[in-house]
């Protein structure tokens, strides 16, 4: 099943997508190049930062709570306008945010990992009713935070290792109750796992780093179907649309090789696969 460029600016680490069920709108980051980037119609939309972002959640119609290298802030689409809500590892300068997504009871799961991938440097957090405590430490590449529809768990993965986690969580508050178990296992295969969302089935829609492509796994961890990209390295999906149907992709630039590049044009471009199944609206973010 093969996608379209939605949008052929390149993203030297394209990460984090979001779709805003309010504005029906897609946003995504370019990491390294502290950006965060949508489209309105033909429009091509750019925000700039000071330093690295990389993952967002909606709060009302037109602001987003933000990760940065530093924090998690507030950021108003309409002015511009920042306000800190919480200190995000600002006093390691080795680490950045990387990974994060909202989950069904207003929290918001944020990953870190080193600017240089430094071993075990990161850690994943959940922040919720004013508290961020750690969900995992020692991660070395956050990624894959989604969460079952049925509220039942959450995924997570430190790429890696190569194995997607997975914990249940507390039907009323949304914490952790148990320790994480290995959902699905690419060890034998060779496949990192990087970004990944669930669908309305349950379904587990992972990006492969280096395969080019998004793979589909059912609760049981049986592939279902692939979906192929135009960029080596595809990093997060994300469904999105009028109805939540299409799979959007974001991807990366960073160290890819020329001979690559040349075979794979649109590396680093944001994709978008059309009708690949049934998403859930991203929930709402509630400081």
Known sequence: MNTAVFDNRVCMLGEGPLWHPM?????????LNHRMLSRDGDDALTWQFSEAVSAAGWLDQNRLLIASETKLFTFDLTDGRQEA???????????RSNDGRADPWGGFWIGTMGHHTEANAGAIYRFHQGELRTI???????NAICFAPDRSCAY?????????????????????EEDAQVHLDFSKDGYFPDGAVTDAAGNLWVAQWGMSRVACYNTQGTLLRVVDAGATQTSCPAFGGADLRDLYITSAAVNVRDDVRASHPATGQTFIAKGMGQGVAEPRVIL
């Open 156 to 176: 997570y993965t430190n790429t890696p290792t190569h194995q997607i986690m997975r914990v249940a969580l507390h039907p009323d508050t949304g914490w952790p």
């Open 23 to 31: 504005r029906n709108q897609l946003f995504w980051f370019d990491i």
């Open 136 to 142: 995992a430490d020692e991660i070395t590449v956050s």
């Open 85 to 95: 809500v919480h200190p995000l590892e600002a006093e390691n300068p080795i680490t």
